[in-house]
């Protein structure tokens, strides 16, 4: 019996790859942090990386991890961030790159805390992505990566439950902010009734994925890495 496959292991590019990279010459222009002159933001910049680096390569790691380490998300994705120029590649890129720092194990939410005020607005449109069908704008492959961006932010919310417990004070505070929400105006009242309903809406797509797979042959990649995150 053969022995299974081991994991390939993840070689992180020398200087020299780094600096011949096309990414690190965007960064050097646009959003590197030792660079005192600086191209005005383009959105083109976040599109042509999203197809030409990320999708091109098939969400390769190793390009992945060269943006994350040019300090992309932290220097140009969610500094610039707006409903006015939120677009697929921008979303993604910004699931991406936050994927990459819980993969590296580094903090990964301190850039959205200096600069909140769009959150909701992103976070709204990641729910509305994830629910799209499969044969719809977003691949599987982008709705897997999606799903894998909502685990973390769950699991972040487990902590907060965590942090609640250890300190009642702040589980006052908590409850006072919940009683708010029965002061909501009809249309935001729907709002959050429509976020309470996303994960077991997300689970049913889930199990219409799996119903879709044929009952015979192998099974494809994207299915593989669902098993993964759930």
């Not at 020398?14 to 010459?25: D, P, R």
Request: proline share 6%; glycine share 0%; with cysteine.
């Amino acid at each position: 019996m053969a022995a299974p496959a081991q994991p390939k292991k993840i070689v992180a590019p020398t200087v020299s790859q780094i600096n011949a990279e096309f990414v690190t010459q965007l960064a050097c222009k646009y959003w590197a942090p030792h660079i005192k002159k600086k191209s005005p933001f383009d959105i083109k910049v976040i599109e042509e990386i999203y197809e030409k680096e990320i999708v091109k390569s098939r969400f390769a790691i190793r390009k992945i991890m060269l943006l994350e380490f040019s300090q992309y998300l932290e220097n140009y994705l969610w500094m610039n961030y707006s409903p006015e120029v939120s677009s697929k590649a921008y979303l993604m890129s910004i699931c991406c790159m936050v994927n990459e720092k819980f993969r590296e194990n580094v903090p990964a939410w301190e850039t959205f805390k200096k600069k909140p005020d769009h959150f909701p607005f992103f976070f709204k449109c990641i729910l509305k992505a994830a629910l799209a069908e499969t044969d719809g704008e977003f691949s599987l492959h982008e709705q897997t990566l999606l799903l894998l961006f909502l685990d973390h932010c769950f699991n972040s919310l487990a902590r907060l439950e965590l942090e609640l417990k250890k300190t009642p004070k702040l589980r006052k505070f908590w409850n006072l902010i919940k009683k708010n929400d029965e002061k909501m105006d009809p249309e935001a009242r729907e709002q959050a009734y429509q976020e309470r309903r996303f994960l077991s809406r997300l689970i049913q797509k889930f199990i219409s994925v799996l119903k879709s797979i044929p009952l015979s042959g192998n099974r494809p990649p994207f299915l593989c890495s669902l098993c993964i995150v759930t």
